[in-house]
């Protein structure tokens, strides 16, 4: 699927033109008239494994996303189906990842994701929803010690 405004990206985090666009019915939580996106490395193929999700319609919104596949995801393997289930998709299709946050306490990089509300993405209808996990069953900011260092490192 393509989207009808598909741009290219200007964000200082992403490159390249965008191939498969996201659709997300009712937006993402803070931003519900942004309905189409795409994902991409960050530039330069900085800092993997983490991803940036760009708004189609508004370039200037972006999500830095850390993805959660099988040996590196912070889901264990039953809640990664559980997400495929709640939207009706085979697990095979879809994608599962968290929106990181950038912290700079005292000047250090400090990088956490947020497991409470992940993206989901199924590949094969490229179709997307922000996924809200019940209270008290995952956490809201998981640090990402390792990737906190390379970014450290890297500045």
Do not use: C
């Not at 200007?10 to 390249?16: F, G, I, L, S, Y």
């Not at 033109?17 to 803070?30: H, K, Q, S």
């Not at 993805?67 to 085979?90: K, W």
């Amino acid at each position: 699927m393509t989207h009808k405004n598909k741009k290219q990206d200007h964000t200082k985090m992403a490159t390249q033109i965008p191939e498969i666009i996201f659709e997300f019915a009712n937006g993402v939580p803070g931003f519900p008239n942004l309905k189409a996106f795409y994902i991409r490395d960050l530039k330069d193929g900085s800092y993997p494994p983490l991803k940036i999700m760009v708004s189609v319609d508004n370039p200037s919104i972006s999500f830095i996303l850390y993805p959660h596949v099988r040996d590196d995801s912070l889901f264990d393997q039953e809640t990664l189906y559980s997400f495929a289930r709640a939207y009706d998709r085979p697990q095979n299709d879809v994608d599962v990842y968290s929106v990181v946050t950038v912290h700079q306490p005292k000047g250090a990089i400090h990088l956490t994701t947020n497991l409470k509300a992940p993206i989901i993405l199924d590949r094969a209808d490229h179709k997307g929803w922000q996924h809200i996990v019940p209270s008290g069953d995952s956490e809201i900011a998981v640090s990402l010690d390792k990737l906190s260092l390379s970014f450290r490192i890297a500045h």
